[in-house]
């Protein structure tokens, strides 16, 4: 009887946990926010935390534990819990694992991450084409130069390269929140393409021709051009996309 009369109490149990978990997690938030804490910046101890919230220890801790995993808080083993990254590492391995997990959605997260990254280049044309200096152009060459190599098997690294292309593309905007969604949704395609076999080698001539003319629709500062090599360069991986879900 003791037994059923437990078990019939943990919904009613885990439901009242649940807003107070969520409260102290935003009470810990709120504590980073008022303070205007950064990255690195100690957070205080476990007890203090208790006091301050007026929460229990295991509370505490397992609000600590779900903002360790969306990087807003980092636990240092031995010296204190601080500020996290606050990266969007959580964004990472969200829509990786629904790319890999559902295959009526893989497609279409692959669709959305080009459409957002084209739409970051393409939006940012003219900022991007007048910020640009001289050495970060001829980085930008140097780039296509490593694509070309690996493309003709004197070098490895052709996605290394392409990544590189475009994170030194949107660089001089100065926008951490673009840069980190970029790389974020860049993490995400390099992870689930293999897995959806449009991850080819086919179009390398291709990729390498439409980097090189964003290199001189730079050089030349064009935002016309540069806009029209964007196109250019995501137009044959949105065919590679819809081609590989016709096969599927």
Request: with cysteine; hydrophobic share 45%.
């Amino acid at each position: 009887m003791g037994q059923k009369a437990i078990r019939g109490a943990a919904p009613e149990a885990k439901a009242a946990r649940q807003p107070l978990r969520q409260e102290v997690v935003e009470g810990i938030k709120a504590y980073i926010l008022r303070n205007e804490l950064g990255p690195g910046d100690p957070l205080p101890t476990e007890p203090a935390l208790c006091e301050a919230l007026g929460a229990s220890r295991s509370s505490v801790r397992e609000a600590i534990r779900i903002l360790t995993a969306l990087d807003i808080v980092e636990v240092r083993h031995g010296h204190g819990t601080y500020v996290g990254r606050l990266s969007l590492s959580a964004l990472v391995e969200s829509l990786t694992f629904r790319g890999l997990l559902s295959p009526d959605d893989d497609f279409q997260v692959m669709s959305d991450l080009v459409e957002v990254r084209e739409v970051f280049e393409r939006g940012m044309a003219d900022r991007i084409v007048r910020s640009l200096g001289e050495d970060q152009i001829q980085r930008l060459a140097g780039l296509v130069d490593d694509m070309r190599r690996a493309g003709a098997g004197e070098g490895h690294g052709f996605v290394e390269a392409d990544r590189a292309f475009h994170t030194l593309l949107i660089a001089p905007l100065g926008n951490d929140l673009i840069g980190q969604l970029s790389s974020a949704f860049w993490d995400v395609y390099v992870i689930v393409a293999p897995h959806l076999d449009v991850f080819t080698h086919e179009h390398e001539a291709a990729t390498i021709a439409s980097h090189q003319r964003i290199v001189d629709a730079v050089r030349a500062r064009d935002a016309a051009e540069f806009a029209a090599a964007l196109a250019e360069h995501y137009a044959p991986v949105r065919k590679r996309i819809a081609e590989a879900r016709a096969r599927r």
